[in-house]
């Protein structure tokens, strides 16, 4: 019973190894040799080992191949294989000149509803408002910076609005 559960271990770790190395197969194709090995060789001892060890292969193998996928994403390989992206702390994603734009004016270029393109400040710029559609060539005013987003509002409804501070 011992060299068919060393050989049961071994397959199921080659599993978890098949997972996490790329070995076009190789580590599959030993796994699945030492799992039928062990199994083989528990029948040879004696059919209710090889039984039992059968059963526990039918719910260790889905069960290592779980534990595998709960890996990959933290194992050298997928590390390599996976960007890991931008973020607003990077500042990849943000467009530096928008920070300076707060409290500017510009006039709108397409119909806003909600979101579309101004004029501020000689440039254009991809803009939101905050629900309101605002018609081509309106007036706006920056009145909001959040990450990527430049929220404005037309300068009549920006004047009435009650102000945060």
């Known amino acids: 019973m011992t060299i068919a559960a060393i050989l ?39 059919s209710d080992l090889g ?8 719910v260790l193998v889905p069960a290592m191949i779980w534990v595998g996928f709960r890996l990959l994403p933290i194992s050298p390989f997928a590390k390599h294989l996976v960007a890991r992206g931008f973020t607003f702390e990077d500042g990849a994603a943000i467009d530096r000149r928008d920070g300076g734009l707060l409290g500017h004016e510009g006039r709108v ?11 501020i400040d000689g440039r254009r710029v991809d803009v939101v408002t905050r629900g309101e559609a605002i018609e081509a060539g309106t007036r706006v005013r920056v009145i909001e910076i959040e990450g990527n987003r430049v929220v404005v509002a037309a300068v009549d409804s920006a004047a009435s609005a009650p102000s945060n501070s």
């Open 8 to 46: 049961l271990g071994i397959g199921l770790l080659l599993i978890v190894a098949e997972l996490m190395f790329p070995s076009f197969g190789a580590l599959g194709l030993a796994a699945s040799v030492f799992i039928v090995g062990s199994v083989a060789y528990a029948f040879a001892q004696d």
């Open 51 to 58: 039984v039992g060890f059968m059963i526990a292969a039918c």
């Open 109 to 119: 270029d397409s119909l806003l509803r909600p979101a579309g393109t101004a004029t």
